[in-house]
C-alpha cells in the first residue's frame, strides 16, 4: 500500500465538488485516510510549491492556492501515486483525457481543480506539510 497527496484546489472547492471528485476517488479504489478543509497562507502556499520557485507561474499559482479554502488529503491504496495522477489527468485539463478529473472540472492550466504527489518521495514529504501520523487512520 502506498499514500499520496491530494488536494481540491480552491476552484473545484468554490463549485462545491468536493464530494463529487471523492467519489472518482474512491470509485477507482483509493482510499480517503485523512482530510481536513483549509486556506493556506501566502506564505505556506508559498513553502509547498518551493521547487516551482524559479517558474513564470509560481506567484500566481500561490496567490490562486491561497485564495480560498481547500481540502488536503491523504489518499491510500495500491500504486496511490501512479493512480491518483491516472485519475487526475495531466496539468492542462484541454490536455487530459475525457473521464479525468481535470478534464472534467479544470478551468485552465493553473486552476485545474486538483493537485497530486508526483512519486512516492514527494508524496512523504507532502503528506508531512499537512498531517501528523495522529491524523491518518488506514
Ligand atoms: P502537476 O500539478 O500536474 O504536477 P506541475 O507540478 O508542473 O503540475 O505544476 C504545479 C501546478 O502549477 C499545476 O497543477 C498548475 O496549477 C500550475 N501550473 C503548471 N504549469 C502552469 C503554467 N504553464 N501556467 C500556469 N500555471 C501552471
Ligand atoms: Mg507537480
Request: aromatic share 8%.
Amino acid at each position: 500500500m502506498e499514500r499520496t497527496l491530494s488536494i481540491i484546489k480552491p476552484d473545484a472547492v468554490s463549485k462545491n465538488l468536493t464530494g463529487t471528485i471523492n467519489s472518482r476517488f474512491e470509485q477507482a479504489g483509493l482510499r480517503i485516510v485523512a482530510q481536513k478543509r483549509l486556506q493556506l497562507s501566502i506564505k505556506q502556499a508559498e513553502e509547498f510549491y518551493e521547487v516551482h520557485k524559479e517558474r513564470t507561474f509560481y506567484d500566481s499559482l500561490c496567490e490562486f492556492m491561497s485564495s480560498g479554502p481547500i481540502i488536503a488529503q491523504v489518499l491510500c491504496g495500491e500504486d496511490a501515486v501512479a493512480k491518483n495522477r491516472e485519475i487526475m489527468g495531466v496539468t492542462n485539463p484541454a490536455n487530459a483525457e475525457i473521464g479525468t478529473i481535470r478534464r472534467d472540472f479544470g478551468e485552465s492550466i493553473e486552476r485545474n481543480a486538483v493537485h497530486g504527489s508526483d512519486s512516492s518521495a514527494t508524496a512523504k514529504i507532502e503528506v508531512d506539510f499537512f498531517f501528523n501520523r495522529l491524523e491518518i487512520i488506514e
